[in-house]
């Protein structure tokens, strides 16, 4: 029997009920233990509902504590009610727990104990018992998310769960599968560009800036640029980094909290994101042995996991995934997919490959990028993962035609 604690706080002025579920720290290995995993309903739970679980990965920071309502208030309405997961990367006590440890494997330990096989049972154990009087079961999920559903699919496809919601799913073993480069950075831009692209090789060449500063100030970009500014942008990062102006580049480096987030990531608390870009990586890891190009998101994936990629004896490390074709074609759940075009991170070819392997999908390829400015700026994002979960007749290609994607 799982148990289940209730804590009550505020936040916010509001009166806020997370709860713990009592799970193992691997449960490969039962030997080593339990911790207490945070789980938070929004308020006015309605059984009448159906609930949406929303997942997140360990390089997701938006599923914290005191944030359902303001999550289901975003995204969902009041027509279900949420549930979030507290990603376990986040959990302090385990955490601490991993990292005090003296055993002699303790690297391997803390490896473990955040592989993405976690969080999926993890999922399993909420639904199995705290909302296993619950018939109508949802999952919501973008990005790394989105990938950590697909990995849960592919090990329980008997689930219970009723509709999926993917949202800019990366898939690195699918990519992999069908020889897909989702970093299209030199497809896309370089080739466009010539003149930029002559002098990136200079300053490759030359190594001024570090090559994993020049990476990083790329990949960034897709963050902090609109889609439709981000060529101009790209330009002029390149003159700025031909012409040495280290003035304006240690300022992009401070604007695109590139040296914050490499300070967090090797900190405690960043280990379990290095072990899930990892599990990104290493599909793909060959790609950067190609003899030419230029991959700012893939390289940049490289030096974050790059402490992963061996184990505590120094041997290179085989970082194993969790998706599987075989498991993921047996969940005859509803699943929508919505992919974007122009998605530096999550390739739109590999999401028309798992809404073939799907019995019972479908999918809205937009003209977008990886976090969709276009449709949330008009409110549409929020919209059709409503109408998706709310609405099983609804032509959903037809009443967002406006963004869908067509070719020239």
Avoid at 172 to 188: K, T
Avoid at 388 to 404: A, C, G, R, S, V
């Amino acid at each position: 029997m799982n148990r289940i604690l209730i804590y009550v706080f505020l936040w916010s002025f509001q009166v806020v009920f997370c709860q713990t579920i009592e799970v193992p720290v691997d449960y490969n290995d039962p030997d080593l233990g339990t911790f207490e995993l945070s789980f938070e309903h929004s308020s006015n739970v309605d059984p009448q509902k159906p609930t949406v679980i929303v997942v997140a990965d360990a390089q997701q920071f938006y599923v914290r504590k005191g944030q359902m309502d303001k999550i289901k208030a975003d995204l969902f309405g009041e027509g279900f009610n949420v549930l979030g997961i507290i990603p376990r990367a986040f959990n302090k006590g385990l955490i601490e727990r991993v990292n005090s440890t003296n055993l002699s494997n303790k690297r391997e330990l803390r490896f473990r104990a955040f592989q993405s096989f976690q969080y999926i049972n993890d999922i399993e154990t909420i639904i199995d018992s705290v909302l296993d009087d619950v018939s109508e079961i949802y999952l919501y999920g973008q990005s790394g998310g989105a990938f950590l559903i697909t990995e849960y699919l592919s090990m329980f496809p008997e689930s219970k769960v009723k509709k999926v919601f993917i949202g800019a799913s990366v898939n690195p073993v699918v990519e992999n599968s069908l020889g897909i480069v989702h970093d299209n950075f030199n497809r896309d831009f370089l080739t466009k560009y010539p003149a930029s692209n002559k002098k990136l090789k200079e300053i490759l060449n030359e190594a001024y800036f570090k090559r994993k500063t020049i990476a990083s100030l790329f990949q960034r970009q897709n963050f902090f640029v609109a889609l439709s500014e981000i060529d101009s942008a790209r330009v002029q990062l390149i003159d700025r980094l031909y012409e040495k102006d280290t003035t304006t580049i240690n300022k992009m480096i401070i604007d695109y909290q590139i040296e914050a987030i490499s300070n967090y990531l090797d900190s405690d608390s960043g280990f379990p994101i290095k072990v899930r870009i990892a599990e990104f990586f290493y599909p793909l890891k060959a790609i950067l042995e190609l003899p030419s190009g230029f991959y700012p998101d893939l390289e940049n994936s490289y030096y974050i996991a790059e402490e992963i990629l061996v184990d505590q004896s120094g041997n290179p490390r085989v970082v194993e995934n969790s998706f599987n074709e075989n498991g993921i074609r047996k969940f005859e759940g509803k699943v929508l997919l919505l992919s974007a075009r122009f998605d530096h991170v999550a390739d739109y070819r590999s999401c028309l490959y798992l809404n073939a392997l799907l019995p019972n999908s479908e999918l809205l390829l937009v003209n977008d990028n990886h976090t969709f400015q276009n449709l949330k700026k008009n409110k549409a994002y929020a919209s059709i993962i409503q109408d998706f979960f709310l609405e099983d007749n609804i032509d959903l290609k037809q009443t967002y035609k406006t963004y869908i994607w067509r070719e020239n």
